[in-house]
């Protein structure tokens, strides 16, 4: 959806360019390429090898609604679920009815916490409790994502993913975004990271899957705060909670999507497409991250109150919006 092209538009356009400026990769693309082929995911994806690029959405998967540390953690010290771990354990005699199919899995239930499920008389003999996981939600989304793969995909995910993307007019990922979410689980936001390192890392030279990776965002909570702390959002009429509004019309992705058509991405490399939203996402997010600038952050900004700019190169263009501040109390 279009944003209206108004002064408040410009004045975000502006602002976000000058991050850019300062922090969007050089080498974003050549890097992203680099490391699909150390990971080997070049390699799964010529030869369609959809077991070992379950692993790699699983361990995207594994990341959302934890600090990245944390998670990281818990894999280190309880291993990965892999894809001959859920084929092992569906040939099970006795199945619970349950794991059948794809479509007979929604409403699983599992809760880990709970030790609890849809069906609890085949809890005691069913492979959803033995995944090591760390909470039944990623239990469940690790066997909705086999069942997915094997039920919809038909075994073969880069097949249907090249199929979706030939459907298109325009290349785009939207449609893969739209079969996805609806796996147990997963947002927008972590279907959106494993995408972006997918299409635009996985088949170099592929510029169909390039320019629909090109237009993936991941909207966390450092770039809507920054939206947010910049004043961009007041400006736009568009103030929301973080969370699924940040994709929904006239959202962060949206403002950050519009912005991006007005930036040209080949200033910051000459392999880059003109217009390259999952770039501007990535500046600002670098800008606010503590791995990276480590500039507009909760560790940096008493979010009670209006950040007082200090050492901000951007202070004077901000409008130092208080992240707490109520709705039509934008406390500047």
Request: aromatic share 8%; with cysteine; net charge positive.
């Amino acid at each position: 959806m279009a944003l209206p092209e108004s002064a408040a538009m410009r004045t975000a356009i502006s602002l976000i360019q000058r991050v850019c400026d300062m922090t969007a990769p050089r080498n974003y693309l050549a890097e992203t390429k680099k490391h699909s082929i150390n990971t080997g995911m070049v390699a799964a994806v010529a030869n369609h090898d959809t077991p070992a690029l379950y692993y790699g959405l699983m361990e995207t998967f594994s990341y959302q609604g934890i600090a990245d540390r944390i998670a990281s953690d818990y894999l280190d010290r309880h291993g990965r679920v892999h894809w001959a771990d859920i084929a092992n354990g569906l040939r099970r005699p006795d199945l619970c009815p349950k794991l059948e199919t794809y479509w007979t899995f929604h409403g699983c239930g599992y809760r880990k916490s709970a030790c609890t499920c849809a069906v609890p008389p085949r809890l005691p003999h069913c492979i959803v409790p033995e995944l090591p996981t760390r909470n039944g939600r990623l239990a469940q989304s690790a066997v909705a994502l086999y069942l997915f793969l094997r039920d919809v995909c038909g075994g073969d995910c880069i097949g249907w993913l090249d199929d979706l993307l030939s459907r298109s007019k325009e290349p785009t990922a939207a449609p893969i975004i739209d079969a996805l979410r609806h796996i147990h689980g997963v947002s927008d936001k972590v279907l959106s990271l494993a995408l972006v390192r997918l299409l635009l890392g996985g088949r170099p030279g592929d510029q169909v899957w390039q320019a629909a990776g090109a237009q993936l965002i991941v909207i966390d909570t450092l770039v809507h705060n920054w939206l947010h702390r910049t004043g961009i959002l007041d400006n736009l009429n568009a103030r929301h909670p973080y969370g699924p509004k940040c994709y929904a019309p006239s959202g962060c992705a949206d403002i950050l999507r519009d912005a991006a058509f007005q930036i040209d991405a080949r200033r910051y490399g000459p392999d880059n497409p003109p217009t390259f939203p999952r770039l501007v996402q990535y500046a600002i997010w670098r800008f606010c991250a503590a791995e990276a600038f480590d500039i507009c952050n909760g560790h940096r900004i008493d979010d009670r109150q209006r950040c007082d700019g200090h050492g901000c190169p951007i202070a004077h263009e901000c409008g130092r919006v208080a992240l707490h501040a109520p709705l039509g109390q934008t406390a500047r």
